[in-house]
T-cell receptor
């Protein structure tokens, strides 16, 4: 069993919809990261959080340490949000353990 | 601030050939990582450097993979000889230091296809 599990694996939405991607982890962590990967491979760091909630534009990330669960929300989704969203955790040092990613497709 | 630079962006080689990838991290970032991402999977750490020393290479297939960061700045990752299963995106990332609260910056990756 992976230490970091994401759901769903694939998600298709219509433009404007509210989107939620979930991440569960089974180990003690010092921080959780949400990353975005576009076709071509480059990865962009969206959020790093260890408690509570962070918001950046239309993106919101929350974490519940007791339940070992985090969610990434996208409000008013747009086709340019189409990408793979990856949850990753650090367990003490800075090395990350990654989930397998959620492929999001937003149709116009 | 310049990002993490990687080259080449794409490489196609035949099995049993050799290949090398290059990474230039963000200036001042002491920690450098090489990750392997096979299609449809999350990245897997191959090696972590702190300055020019290796912190973690436990998942590096040392019979065919090698990496160095001689002056604590640029790094190269080499595969010799390549196998079909090495086809993947090789990602370089850097952070200020090795700690849980430092953000990551990733390069654009090198997509390797072994035929």
């Amino acid at each position: 069993k992976n230490e970091v599990e994401q759901s769903p694996q694939n998600l298709t939405a219509q433009e404007g919809e509210f989107i939620t991607i979930n991440c569960s982890y089974s180990v003690g962590i010092s921080a959780l990261h949400w990353l975005q990967q576009h076709p071509g491979g480059g990865i962009v760091s969206l959020f790093m959080l260890s408690s509570g909630k962070k918001k950046h534009g239309r993106l919101i990330a929350t974490i519940n340490i007791q339940e070992k669960h985090s969610s990434l929300h996208i409000t008013a989704s747009h086709p340019r949000d189409s990408a793979v969203y990856i949850c990753a955790v650090s367990k003490g040092g800075s090395r990350l353990t990654f989930g397998e990613g959620t492929q999001l497709t937003v149709n116009p | 601030e310049a990002g993490v630079a990687q080259s080449p962006r794409y490489k196609i080689i035949e099995k049993r050939q050799s290949v090398a990838f290059w990474c230039n991290p963000i200036s001042g970032h002491a920690t450098l990582y090489w990750y392997q991402q096979i299609l449809g999977q999350g990245p897997k750490l191959l090696i972590q450097f702190q300055n020019n020393g290796v912190v973690d290479d436990s998942q590096l297939p040392k019979d065919r993979f090698s990496a160095e960061r001689l002056k604590g700045v640029d790094s190269t990752l080499k595969i010799q000889p390549a196998k079909l299963e090495d086809s993947a995106v090789y990602l370089c990332a850097s952070s200020v230091s090795d700690g849980p609260n430092y953000g990551y910056t990733f390069g654009s990756g090198t997509r390797l296809t072994v035929v």
